[in-house]
């Protein structure tokens, strides 16, 4: 499968923002999603996971409450609504997608396909 990820620009800090993921391939619906980020001079960060049938839902604690993660398979595409933004939120953000179930989701080398990231910055 492949992945683009797009959705990320210039936002106020307090704004909102909605980052895409659109998939191609067949088996799409059978793949977890997941959102990371990945800030400058720091490590990938898992930020959000859903599960194949959007079941099931996990969130990092520093975005909890504030972003949504959401998938359409009909037109294989992911989405993390994102509000109340932070400065501490400014990163590139990745999709990825997991095969099986939403096992691990935190975790990056869990998952088997990445989109090219898109960027997010937070002024203040």
């Known amino acids: 499968v492949q992945l683009q990820a797009s959705g990320g620009g210039l936002v106020q800090a307090g704004g909102s923002l909605r980052l895409s993921c659109a998939a191609s391939?067949?088996?799409?619906?059978?793949?977890?999603m997941g959102w990371f980020r990945q800030a400058p001079g720091k490590e990938r960060e898992f930020v959000a996971a859903?599960?194949?049938?959007?079941?099931?839902?996990y969130y990092a604690d520093s975005v909890k409450g504030r972003s949504t993660i959401s998938r359409d398979n009909a037109k294989k595409m992911v989405y993390l609504q994102m509000n109340s933004l932070k400065p501490e939120d400014t990163a590139v953000y990745y999709c990825?997608?997991?095969?099986?179930?939403?096992?691990?989701?935190?975790?990056?080398?869990?998952?088997?396909?990445w989109g090219q990231g898109t960027l997010v910055t937070v002024s203040s």
């Open positions: 990825a997608a997991k095969v099986g179930p939403l096992t691990a989701a935190t975790r990056s080398n869990s998952y088997n396909y």
């Open positions: 391939g067949r088996t799409f619906s059978s793949y977890a």
């Open positions: 859903i599960s194949w049938s959007g079941g099931s839902t």
